[in-house]
């Protein structure tokens, strides 16, 4: 399961950089394989469970910055077969 | 917090409208307050675990369905003073 | 086609509604037919064309009242057979 | 202004691929600054009115190959003063 996630703190400044960077550290404390883009850090998770714990953590660690407003857009690909974030990019680059 | 969650089961033909029905009970049976719209069911919900979990049965119930591949987007609005779908709705009617 | 609009300004404040009441006016003075959700607003549009018209619209509105950083996301329900936002509803609703 | 492209063909199978490569090619056949992730395309665009052309080619070259159904998340970020992709990401490098 890969899910991407995008972290807008609202009321918080024009620039969210130093709050993304939190996130960044969140996710990278919990040793998940991860991947940055300019628009969201996608990650690989087992399940739902794990993924509404990481993104409680994240909410809590802006709380404690002093965000009062959260707003996440979660993009997710859960396959049955399963999936990793290369396997997703291999799989398009070599149809280029 | 309020999470608007929209399903597209992937593979599984292009009319996915009794798959959404399905996301619908899932939510019903949770005895969540919620909102159907056109591209997505907005429920309101205590934190993130509580997300995770309804998001992990609506998954399993697709899956039970026979759907291979599951895509969601989640869009999570959480202030620390709270909110409720109605109260959003109203604040931007008033202001029309 | 249906699109819908979620706009989050970012760094204007906790309080967003007057910001979406003027997305809603913007998408009213287009005579669109439309469906408010407490999460973004549907709108059903005849191309991509028309929508970059109306989210540039959209952003040059709150560009003038103040607002540096415009956050959007745009869930977008496209079929080659069409379909309203009442349709998709109507067949959801009848399979529960 | 940034734009994250998540493209699903709905009804057209479990695997996808070969429709975002489609989706890549049309980006890069535009001369477009673009970034690929596992879970989008984000692109540097002028305006708005620049992603409908976009968007609507995309969906164009979907339908040819025979997609009767397209979901899309677009994410937006846009700013006054502009960004590109390189440096949000830089801004939170720099910060971790």
Excluded: C, F, H, W
């Amino acid at each position: 399961m890969i899910a991407e996630i995008s972290v807008v703190p609202v009321g918080a400044g024009e620039s969210v950089s130093r709050y993304v960077a939190e996130v960044l550290k969140v996710i990278r404390s919990r040793n998940l394989k991860y991947e940055l883009s300019s628009m969201g850090t996608s990650v690989e998770l087992d399940n739902y469970l794990e993924l509404g714990e990481l993104l409680q953590e994240i909410d809590d660690r802006l709380v404690e910055m002093g965000v009062g407003r959260v707003y996440m857009v979660v993009k997710i690909d859960s396959r049955v077969k399963g999936g990793s974030i290369e396997q997703k990019k291999e799989s398009v680059m070599e149809k280029l």
